[in-house]
C-alpha cells in the first residue's frame, strides 16, 4: 500500500543526508522555530516550501479557511505551546487567494459540520457586507473575504489571553496577516501586524 510514498521519503531522506549529513541528529535534538503559520489545510498551500524553509524552522497549524477560533482546543493548544515552551517571534495568518472554504461559507449550499466550522466567515461577510457588495466580479468578491477573513483570524490571535499575557511579561512577539496566491506564488502583506496590545484597535 502507498508504495510509491514511501520510495519517494527514502529518496527524499536520503538526498537530505547527502545534503547535510548531521540534518537529523539536529532536527531529533530540539525544535526552536522562530514562527508559527496558522494556515489552510488546501494541498496546494505547502507552508515550509512557500518562505523556503527547513523542517524545524516553522511550526505550523492548519485546518479549513484558515480559522483561529477562540474555542477550539486545538487550536489554541497549539497557539500555547508555540507561544509558552517554544518562543515564537512571529505567528503568521496566512490565507490564499481562491480558498474553497471561504467560498463554501457564503456560496448558499450546505455540507453540514463544516458549515459550523465556517460560520465565522459568514460573520465577517456580514460585517463587511456593503464592501463586499460593492465588488462587481466575483472572483474578486471572494479574494477581498479571503483578505477580511484573515485580519479577522489577526484580531482573534492578538486578543487571546496566551498572546496578551506574553507581551505583558515582555515577550517579542508579533502576530501578522498575509494572503498566498495560487496563480503566481507570491505573499500579499496585508499590513496589519500587532505588535502590542495597544495596535490590536487597528484591526477594526
Known sequence: MLDHLKANNRVWADQMVADDTAFFQRLE?????????????????????????????????????????PQDANYLSVLQYAIDALKVKHILVVGHYGCGGVAAAVDGGRRGLVDHWLHPIREVHEQHQAELDAIGDEKQRLNRLCELNVIRQVKNVATDIFVREAWQRGQALSVHGWVYSLSNGLITDLDVTVGKAEEIARLG
Open 29 to 69: 535534538d530540539q525544535q526552536a522555530p522562530e514562527y508559527l503559520w496558522i494556515g489552510c489545510s488546501d494541498s496546494r498551500v505547502p507552508a515550509n516550501e512557500i518562505v523556503g524553509l527547513a523542517p524545524g524552522e516553522l511550526f505550523v497549524h492548519r485546518n479549513v479557511a484558515n480559522l483561529a477560533p
